[in-house]
């Protein structure tokens, strides 16, 4: 029996990719590294951080302390570990590690030496590693941990990741691959300046098995409000898994960033959790305040750490992209 884990639930370790300068963070790279120290320090305070990184001295000589972070070597094209790092799942009782095919959201950008990522690092993970033959991010997915999968019809049913394959050609692969019983569909929301075609982790998180926290837009005057309006009456229609609704939890968007006259995907909904707190990116906007404490409330018994994103919406991702959470029960063999 197969199951997609939830992230709310026990993690082996976070891994994430550090910048450098064949990234695309090279124009700021300085501001992106800095950026990357302050979320390791506030992951690796309550587990351990895999960072995967082109030069292990180079990288090992921003921290004075590294506890709880482990370096592995390997040159990638980009940093976005949400997208190209395998997706843990639990099969009778053992963590396992599926490689899907990452393809640079469409083809969008180079993604070879992201793709073969996993591959690659397949030795130091304690777990079995299997390849699939599906164009899959991790972002793209939410779980509840009870076969409950939510995410867009905007992303998974796009051309340029699996043309071969309809809707449920899609969910049979995913019911076998994930152990999915169950497909939550959201056919609208999205934000300015997303590469992704719609990630759901940048609109809507299952915060535990019947809660969903979700991106809102209150403004009728933002681009953003007919489509998350949209959004959040397709919320109200789902059900939990005993078919009551959902009880559902509004993230204010922040207000319009932009960088190079560009509008950024800025959103709270790009958090992260961790084993005993929840890492929520914050955006220097007066809306953090207000964010992180409708997370001290949804989350009491957790630890809520804000977590200053902006450089890294620049690049058009936050926290969560930026990271990937393994199940419980993995070592990392150094």
């Not at 980009?78 to 490689?99: M, N």
């Not at 590693?129 to 164009?135: K, L, N, S």
């Not at 949804?298 to 994103?309: E, I, L």
Request: net charge negative.
């Amino acid at each position: 029996m197969r199951r997609l884990c939830a992230e709310f639930e026990k993690q082996s370790y976070i891994q994430m990719i550090f910048p450098h300068q064949q990234s695309d963070w090279s124009v700021y790279l300085q501001e992106a590294c800095s950026a990357y120290v302050t979320i390791v320090e506030a992951i690796r305070q309550f587990q351990p951080c895999i960072l995967v990184c082109d030069d292990v001295a180079r990288v090992q000589g921003y921290f004075s302390d590294t506890h709880n972070i482990i370096f592995l070597p390997y040159r990638t094209d980009d940093t976005w570990a949400r997208d190209c790092s395998a997706i843990s799942i639990e099969e009778s009782g053992k963590t396992v590690l599926l490689d899907f095919t990452f393809n640079g959201w469409g083809h969008k950008f180079a993604a070879q030496r992201d793709n073969r990522m996993t591959a690659s690092l397949a030795p130091y993970y304690g777990a079995s590693v299997r390849t699939i033959d599906f164009v899959l991010e991790g972002g793209a997915i939410e779980s509840d941990g009870q076969g409950t999968l939510l995410t867009t019809a905007q992303c998974l049913l796009h051309p340029n990741r699996n043309p071969q394959y309809g809707q449920n050609e899609i969910e049979a692969i995913l019911r076998k691959e994930l152990g999915i019983e169950r497909f939550l569909w959201l056919h609208h929301g999205c934000l300015e300046g997303d590469d992704t075609d719609a990630h759901i982790d940048t609109l809507a998180r299952f915060a535990d098995a019947e809660t969903i926290m979700y991106v809102a837009c209150d403004d009728p005057n933002d681009p953003h409000y007919d489509t998350l309006k949209k959004m959040e009456q397709e919320l109200r229609q789902f059900t939990c898994k005993n078919m009551t609704p959902y009880r559902l939890i509004a993230l204010p968007l922040p207000t319009a960033k932009y960088y190079n006259n560009e509008r950024l995907p800025a959103t709270y909904a790009n958090f992260l959790f961790v084993n005993q707190a929840v890492i929520v990116p914050t955006y220097n906007d007066d809306n953090d305040a207000v964010v992180l404490d409708i997370f001290r409330r949804t989350f009491p018994n957790r630890a809520v750490v804000g977590v200053d994103c902006s450089v890294l919406i620049r690049q058009h991702g936050s926290l969560h992209c930026i990271s990937m959470q393994f199940c419980e029960k993995l070592a990392i063999i150094v």
